[in-house]
T-cell receptor, first 114, second 113 residues
Framework: NAGVMQNPRHLVRRRGQEARLRCSPM?????VYWYRQLPEEGLKFMVY????????ESGMPKERFSAEFPKEGPSILRIQQVVRGDSAAYFC????????????FGQGTRLTVV | QQQVKQSPQSLIVQKGGISIINCAYE??????FPWYQQFPGKGPALLIA?????SEKKEGRFTISFNKSAKQFSLHIMDSQPGDSATYFC????????????FGTGTRLLVSP
């Protein structure tokens, strides 16, 4: 039973390019969370999605960031026109149901904007 | 009010010693308090969690102590081992129907041989 799979593990983008981060939840999990970890800081909640629905995006920056979790395929976190301040580790977590059930984290995608 | 304050920022403990990490919160609506362990280059992994209806929870060498009136909780690692060297995060969430975690800033633990 594979864990939460994130790819790519490392991503380098030039300023102004787009970054697409993918997350395949654990088998049977239909709830996905995205968190961002800036250097030397804790993780910050970005967005919570269920299949085909964004439930809570209160932690998402208002511009340039979007997320989706389609009926088929992985969840995608998309960052348009990246800036240096977007450089961070982006973690995806999944859980089988809602509530305070354990969410399992992937290994993260480390985005570097040059 | 949404913050979780964690201390110390870093900690060095000798092998066999006790590691203690503390967290404090303000929001009394928090009702779930997990601790995560993160190794370099890896994602956080749930270590142990507690709800406010108990004051202590123990799993192996790891114990959470919870003080509801003081709004504080702590992680104790007994008989610390070099393999425990990692970054530890406390977190909290409310019963909102999903696990929206508020994380502390992390404690980097080094257990010396």
């Amino acid at each position: 039973n594979a864990g939460v799979m994130q790819n790519p593990r490392h991503l380098v983008r030039r300023r102004g390019q787009e970054a697409r981060l993918r997350c395949s939840p654990m088998k049977g999990h239909s709830h996905v969370y995205w968190y961002r970890q800036l250097p030397e800081e804790g993780l910050k909640f970005m967005v919570y999605l269920q299949k085909e629905n964004i439930i809570d995006e209160s932690g998402m920056p208002k511009e340039r960031f979007s997320a989706e979790f389609p009926k088929e395929g992985p969840s995608i976190l998309r960052i348009q026109q990246v800036v240096r301040g977007d450089s961070a580790a982006y973690f995806c977590a999944s859980s089988p149901v809602g509530g305070n059930t354990e969410a399992f984290f992937g290994q993260g995608t480390r985005l570097t904007v040059v | 009010q949404q913050q979780v304050k964690q201390s110390p920022q870093s900690l060095i403990v000798q092998k066999g010693g006790i590691s203690i990490i503390n967290c404090a919160y303000e929001n009394t609506a928090f009702d779930y308090f997990p601790w995560y362990q993160q190794f370099p280059g890896k994602g956080p992994a749930l270590l142990i969690a507690i709800r406010p209806d108990v004051s202590e929870k123990k799993e192996g060498r790891f114990t959470i102590s919870f003080n509801k009136s003081a709004k504080q909780f702590s992680l104790h690692i007994m008989d610390s081992q070099p393999g425990d060297s990692a970054t530890y995060f406390c977190a909290a969430s409310m019963n909102t129907g999903f696990q929206k975690l508020v994380f502390g800033t992390g404690t980097r633990l080094l257990v010396s041989p």
